[in-house]
């Protein structure tokens, strides 16, 4: 009997004193080494971040393993609520986190059948083992569980636990939260989801995977949905009205994609906020992003990109293009295509030439220009396009051409760039320097110029390499008085609860050019007039509808690699890139003009059609003056004509007369000189321009129609020799023939005739001569006459000529004796070249 009673008092004491002792010894060893209740709720919660365009449209979610969007318990409505408490946890406002009768329960039933498949896991339990534990069915995991689901009780509100759990829990396919579900399965955000909906959705934690709508157990999905509008009716939740509702409603899901708009431009995005805030934050921050894009515009670039870039590849095998535009009031990006498709592999689509360094061709020669503008130059300047050796650059000479293989003569800045000539824009290159054009184009945002060593006279049509979003954004700012806005696809940045992270400030434009070189560039680049002796159609693709103002540039690089097209009006500058992505040359012929203009016109053409016409303001210090047209200087009374041009006040107005016009022999004559007098590579294309144009040569300056000074004598005497070369056939096969005419108060002693500096003759007048065969290659060459007088007085004449095999025509018969023709007259009418039509530059 002893024995007995000590027995069921061990028992007694075992059962009510040392298990009570140990499970609190043991609770408190875990509640010392868990996280605790405040831990849990204020952790750090993957959360997908979300890309929006500038009117608060989705554009792509980006998410880690977790796709989640955190929502306050006010956004999920009271029977989403009750659907999970009906089928999770009927007790849920009865336990401190843990229910008695269903652990015993579920034991029961796991030491009935000898596994451990049955749970009994609150909504506070199952929120504590989503968040920080594991889903291993040990007794020591479960026992932590139940030692943080107490915590947890005891520190917050069911309202709060409640929203841990709503915002916690799987919903299968990376789906965390219900706010993530709703939207991913049904489309709309939880606070406007159906009884019905709200039931499925209800049904999916208990087995995501299993129970999954795409799965093969989806009508298991559909008789649990049923078991939880059962059990939400038992309840009191419901009545049997709302469930035949229910039952009746077709519950829909649709398919889980991950949909994403302007591709191109939201991984831009991302590169950012992975730059500025970290990898994860990217990804898991929960920020919401509004972005500057408009996206009528994104879908205005894309179509029209893919309808010209399918053209392009069939007519110039140009396969990809790029857009951007960009509001050059604010920097912000309005629209971005970085290729014709993003999910066209064979093609590297996903590649966005839009930020990629490309050689821009002539579109970069306006850096160049407005460099010249700052440094005394004009629009209204004098340039001299002939044909010029710029020296040895790598393993030949440098002799730039212009596109359509002619050249001009003496043309003003103005034509030079708007009609996009290659022989002026590397004079102006080689005359403001490298490095400070470089200067201008780096102040101006291009930020790829980083090796100044390799760059030469090239670099003006091209020869860098540039960004085609940077490039848009400074001829933006050309228009824009000069002033740069740091290019941002950011309106603003926000976390999940609203709270300010990041806001566009928009007064940090930098003044990057002066306003008045701005503009005068920017007067050029819409100054239609002066590119039509290149453009004869008024109306062609850099002109836009109702004579709106728009200021363009073209660019095309060597092989055709590379076509540009990049203007911009005062609210939008656009640019468009066209070629391929591996570098491949398109179709001959196919430059900006014809593949990248069109698409530039049509974008920005529809973009602007319903927008106030806008003019460029000038900005103070922009005067109009009467200038010689010739010259661009200031005209004297033997200006013939005079033009009215725009000058800087700061910058360039003229301050020298005109002294291209001379008043010689009761009469008005012409000069020519180089633009580097003293240079003989600069001096003599300028010469044998002016010989071929009726122009004679003294003391470095090319004069027109009339006899000229004797350069030996000094005293400024006229020479009383007239000289006239006639040479058959100017273009030829060897041998030349040539005869020398001349007249002269004073007799003839010597004729030397030179060709490139060697000696071919002593000739006499009026006598027909033969060059050597054999002697010169293919090519062009220059004949130098120089004819002296017993007196002293010498004359020198230089004629042109271009070496090809053809076969001569007949030689003319020479003038008669004593019947002298003006100095540099060309007798035979054989042009030395006759080009074909420009076509674009």
């Not at 309202?159 to 706010?179: A, D």
Request: proline fraction near 7%.
């Amino acid at each position: 009997m002893k024995k007995t009673r000590k027995i069921l008092l061990f028992l007694l004491l075992f059962f009510a004193v040392i298990i009570p002792a140990a499970i609190i010894a043991v609770f408190l060893y875990y509640s010392a080494t868990l996280p605790g209740a405040d831990a849990l709720v204020s952790r750090d919660v993957p959360e997908s971040t979300k890309i929006y365009d500038r009117h608060g449209t989705l554009l792509y979610e980006f998410h880690g393993d977790a796709k989640r969007t955190i929502v306050s318990l006010r956004e999920i409505p009271l029977m989403v609520r009750q659907a999970a408490i009906a089928i999770e946890d009927k007790n849920f406002y009865k336990h401190m986190g843990f229910d008695m009768e269903g652990i015993a329960r579920a034991s029961y039933i796991n030491w009935k059948t000898g596994d451990k498949t049955q749970g009994a896991s609150t909504i506070t339990q199952q929120f504590v083992r989503n968040a920080v534990l594991t889903r291993e069915k040990t007794w020591r995991r479960k026992f932590k569980e139940l030692v943080l689901a107490f915590n947890l009780e005891v520190k917050y509100p069911k309202e709060k636990i409640l929203e841990l759990y709503f915002n916690e829990i799987p919903y299968g396919s990376n789906l965390y939260g219900i706010q993530a579900a709703s939207q991913a399965y049904f489309g709309k955000p939880a606070r406007d989801l159906s009884l019905a909906q709200a039931a499925h959705l209800a049904a999916l934690p208990k087995a995501p995977t299993y129970y999954s709508p795409y799965g093969p157990h989806s009508d298991e999905l559909k008789t649990r949905a049923l078991l939880v509008l059962r059990k939400m009716q038992e309840q009191g939740f419901i009545n049997q009205s709302q469930v035949d509702e229910a039952r009746a409603e077709k519950v829909v899901f649709q398919k889980i994609s991950a949909p994403i708009i302007a591709p191109h431009f939201v991984f831009y995005v991302q590169d950012i906020l992975r730059e500025k805030y970290g990898e994860k934050a990217a990804r898991e921050g929960g920020m919401r992003v509004r972005t500057t894009l408009d996206l009528n515009l994104q879908r205005l670039a894309e179509e029209t990109v893919l309808k010209h870039s399918l053209a392009n590849e069939k007519n110039w095998r140009g396969k990809n293009a790029a857009l951007v535009a960009v509001d050059p009031r604010t920097g912000e990006v309005l629209a971005m295509v970085g290729g014709r498709d993003y999910f066209e592999k064979e093609n590297d689509g996903e590649v966005n030439v839009a930020l990629r360094p490309r050689q821009p061709g002539s579109s970069f020669k306006p850096y160049v220009y407005a460099t010249a503008f700052k440094e005394g130059l004009s629009p209204g300047s004098l340039v001299m396009d002939v044909p010029t050796n710029f020296g040895r650059y790598g393993s030949r000479d440098y002799v730039p051409q212009n596109y359509s293989k002619r050249n001009y003569g003496p043309i003003s800045i103005r034509q030079a760039l708007q009609g996009s000539l290659n022989v002026p824009a590397v004079k102006t290159l080689m005359l403001v320097g490298i490095n400070d054009a470089v200067d201008t184009a780096e102040s101006m945002g291009l930020s790829t110029l980083t090796n100044r060593s390799r760059y030469g006279p090239a670099l003006v049509l091209g020869g860098a390499e540039v960004k085609l979003l940077e490039h848009t954004a400074a001829f933006g700012a050309f228009g824009a008085g000069g002033k740069l806005y740091e290019t941002t696809p950011i309106l603003e940045i926000t976390d999940h609860s609203g709270k300010i992270i990041e806001v566009l400030n928009r007064d940090k434009g930098r003044q990057a050019i002066h306003p008045q070189i701005a503009y005068q560039i920017t007067n050029v680049l819409s100054d239609n007039e002066a590119r039509m002796f290149i453009f004869s159609n008024r109306k062609n693709k850099l002109t836009l509808p109702d004579g709106r103002p728009v200021a363009v540039k073209t660019g095309t690089t060597q092989e055709f690699r590379d076509a540009w097209t990049v203007g911009y009006t005062p609210s939008i500058s656009v640019g468009v890139w066209v070629g391929n992505n591996d570098n491949a040359p398109m179709r001959y012929g196919a430059d900006g003009l014809y593949v990248a203009a069109p698409i530039w016109n049509e974008f920005i053409s529809r973009a602007l059609q319903d927008t106030p016409v806008e003019i460029f303001t000038r900005p103070p210090g922009i005067v109009e003056l009467a200038v010689d047209k010739l010259s661009g200087k200031l005209p004297t009374s033997n200006t013939p004509q005079t033009k009215t041009e725009i000058f800087a006040l700061d910058f360039n107005v003229p301050v020298t007369e005109d002294d291209f016009h001379i008043a010689r022999n009761g009469r008005v004559v012409s000069i020519l000189r180089s633009e580097k007098p003293g240079d003989p590579a600069w001096d003599e294309p300028v010469r044998a321009y002016a010989i071929a144009h009726g122009y004679g040569f003294s003391n470095g300056t090319y004069i027109a129609n009339e006899p000229v000074e004797n350069a030996d004598l000094g005293g400024g005497e006229e020479s009383d020799i007239s000289v006239n070369v006639r040479v058959s056939p100017r273009i030829s096969a060897v041998p030349w023939s040539f005869a020398v005419q001349t007249a002269s108060i004073f007799p003839v002693s010597q004729i030397i005739v030179k060709v490139d500096e060697q000696t071919e003759t002593t000739a006499n007048a009026n006598e027909i001569y033969h060059v050597s065969q054999n002697r010169y290659a293919d090519g062009m060459h220059f004949m130098t006459v120089e004819v002296t007088t017993d007196q002293g007085q010498k004359q020198t004449t230089i004629i042109p000529l271009e070496f090809a095999l053809q076969s001569p025509p007949p030689l003319p018969a020479p003038s008669p004796a004593g019947a002298p023709t003006p100095v540099g007259t060309i007798v035979d009418n054989n042009p030395i070249y006759t080009p074909p039509d420009p076509t674009a530059p």
